[in-house]
């Protein structure tokens, strides 16, 4: 069962998201929403057990009645209420077993939150989503590239992190203060050149780490940069899960897999994205999603090469 999204709900899940001074992004929000809308399912069992026992007292208090056989009937009625309390228990108990299996269901959609209770919540209360990541992301070619060059002035590479959606991109650098030092943010899709399909010679011997939803896209991204040119690279974006449950997982059209996925996925991982399904790197916490990030770093953290 799922309640409406009110703005006190927003709030309080904007408050959660924003602990310790993190930015989030409006798709964050959606899916702590949701989250925090569910509820379980009301049980019947107890209403068959309340009914079954008032009918059989009915039942007992009539007996004095004889022109209509009353009580019989009552008596009857309640027993068998009281005998479809067990069997409904065993029903529900089965239903809650399969939903435990399965994905968590959306309130809403993403359009229709943010045209809908966000934008009524922001209008109320807009002193409440001061850390609400808005407006474009971070250009990627320009004004990024140069931060590479040096980390904190000892000539070392910083890495850069390159995200699948500009949203990531725009999320990570509005968290700039807890990556590490000198770091810088790219959007892929700014990132290549012109054609699409080559990264900027000054990008390809740097270390890059690739952030991304567990789609096809996403997790064919490592394998596009390598082809793009990428020589040191470390994945730290989102897997497809071993298991859907609990997970706002998103199920569409069977998918076609980018070219050299397979070398990167396992096979149970490769036949759930291609039955169409997708998990978005939003239904993590900002903290969670750093947290990506800074673990991945020392994976790269090796020997640094001189940049000219």
């Given amino acids: ?23 989030y992004t409006s798709r964050q929000l959606y899916y702590a929403a ?45 027993v068998v209420s009281l005998l479809a309390a067990p069997v409904n228990a065993r029903v529900e108990r089965a239903r809650a077993r399969r939903r435990a299996q399965g994905s968590r269901t959306l309130a809403t959609s993403y359009t ?18 001061g850390a609400l990541v808005a407006g474009t992301p971070p250009p990627a070619r320009a004004p990024t590239l140069p931060e590479l060059t040096v980390a904190g002035g000892r000539g070392r590479a910083a890495p850069l992190i390159v995200c699948d959606r500009g949203e990531t991109a725009e999320l990570l650098a509005a968290n700039a203060g807890r990556l590490p030092e000198g770091a810088a943010v790219a959007d892929l899709a700014g990132l290549l050149d012109g054609d699409g399909d080559g990264l900027p010679p000054e990008v390809r011997g740097r270390r890059l780490v690739a952030v991304h939803d567990a789609d096809p896209a996403g997790c064919g991204m490592p394998a596009a940069l390598r082809r793009a040119g990428a020589v040191d690279l470390v994945d730290a974006g989102l897997r497809p899960p071993a298991c859907d449950a609990g997970l706002h997982v998103i199920e569409g059209a069977p998918a076609r ?4 996925i397979e070398a990167d996925l ?11 399904r997708r998990l978005e ?18 994976a790269v953290s090796g020997e640094v090469r001189s940049v000219s």
């Fill in 34 to 78: 949701c989250r925090a809308v569910e509820r379980p399912p009301e049980s019947a069992t107890r209403g068959f057990i309340g009914l079954g026992a008032v009918l059989v007292v009915l039942a007992g208090a009539l007996l004095w009645v004889h022109s209509v056989p009353l009580s019989p009937v009552l008596a009857g009625l309640g």
């Fill in 112 to 129: 229709g939150f943010c045209a809908g209770p966000l934008e009524e919540a922001q209008r109320s209360r807009p002193e409440e989503f």
């Fill in 257 to 260: 897999l980018p070219a050299g």
């Fill in 266 to 276: 396992s096979v149970p991982e490769l036949h759930w994205l291609r039955s169409g």
């Fill in 1 to 23: 069962m799922l309640l409406p999204i009110t703005t006190d709900v927003l709030v309080e899940e904007a408050r959660r998201l924003g602990d310790g001074d993190h930015r």
């Fill in 281 to 298: 790197l939003a239904t993590l916490t900002p903290r969670e999603v750093v947290a990506l990030v800074l673990d991945a770093v020392p």
